[in-house]
């Protein structure tokens, strides 16, 4: 999977023999570039992909393997707008389990944490440790699950890792 236009994804299969390059629309207007694309290891035979996009917009797609997949907006109560770029998601131990992160300074929600697929999601920390939210550093790269309450992010700032679902950060 990669970025094509915006509002467009494409698919290759096939390589490296045979190359077959399908491409799929997932939103229409302006809903930013794809600034993430995270594939789910629970998707199955069918596959699910989740896109995240430089405006902060969140899209699901199932059906992902077959050539006529499925989009679903689950921007939701997600903040959007021009320098919310989401710069990872993650998946816990099932798809309903979704960590996202925006790699931006200025903005107080850096990282949200959904426990039933992306419909609500919680404030995990704080860039400056704002509302009683723990400090993690507002430039995130990269977010590793361990374990269902284990987690490590990769920041400007280094690395943080919390052990109990994100309460604290060390």
Same mark, same amino acid.
């Given at each position: 999977?990669?970025?094509?236009?915006?509002?467009?994804?494409?698919?290759?299969?096939?390589?490296?023999?045979?190359?077959?390059?399908?491409?799929?629309?997932? *939103?229409?207007?302006?809903?930013?570039?794809?600034?993430?694309?995270?594939?789910?290891?629970?998707?199955?035979?069918?596959?699910?992909?989740?896109?995240? +996009?430089?405006?902060?917009?969140?899209?699901?797609?199932?059906?992902?393997?077959?050539?006529?997949?499925?989009?679903?907006?689950?921007?939701?109560?997600?903040?959007?707008? +021009?320098?919310?770029?989401?710069?990872?998601?993650?998946?816990?131990?099932?798809?309903?389990?979704?960590?996202?992160?925006?790699?931006?300074?200025?903005?107080?929600?850096?990282?949200?944490?959904?426990?039933?697929?992306?419909?609500?999601?919680?404030?995990?920390?704080?860039?400056?440790?704002?509302?009683?939210?723990?400090?993690?550093? *507002?430039?995130?790269?990269?977010?590793?699950?361990?374990?269902?309450?284990?987690?490590?992010?990769?920041?400007?700032?280094?690395?943080?890792?919390?052990?109990?679902?994100?309460?604290?950060?060390?």
């Amino acid at each position: 999977y990669s970025a094509r236009t915006e509002g467009t994804i494409f698919r290759t299969s096939g390589l490296p023999s045979s190359p077959n390059t399908q491409y799929f629309t997932y *939103a229409s207007g302006t809903p930013g570039r794809i600034s993430h694309i995270k594939v789910s290891p629970y998707g199955g035979t069918s596959g699910t992909v989740f896109i995240g +996009t430089e405006t902060g917009r969140l899209f699901k797609m199932t059906n992902a393997l077959s050539g006529t997949p499925t989009f679903t907006n689950l921007t939701g109560s997600l903040t959007t707008g +021009t320098g919310r770029t989401i710069s990872c998601i993650e998946i816990g131990g099932s798809e309903d389990t979704l960590l996202l992160t925006y790699s931006n300074y200025g903005i107080s929600n850096s990282v949200l944490y959904s426990t039933n697929g992306g419909t609500s999601w919680t404030l995990n920390t704080h860039w400056y440790g704002g509302g009683g939210k723990p400090y993690v550093h *507002a430039d995130l790269h990269r977010v590793l699950y361990v374990s269902g309450t284990t987690c490590f992010l990769g920041h400007d700032g280094g690395v943080s890792r919390t052990t109990n679902g994100g309460s604290i950060w060390t």
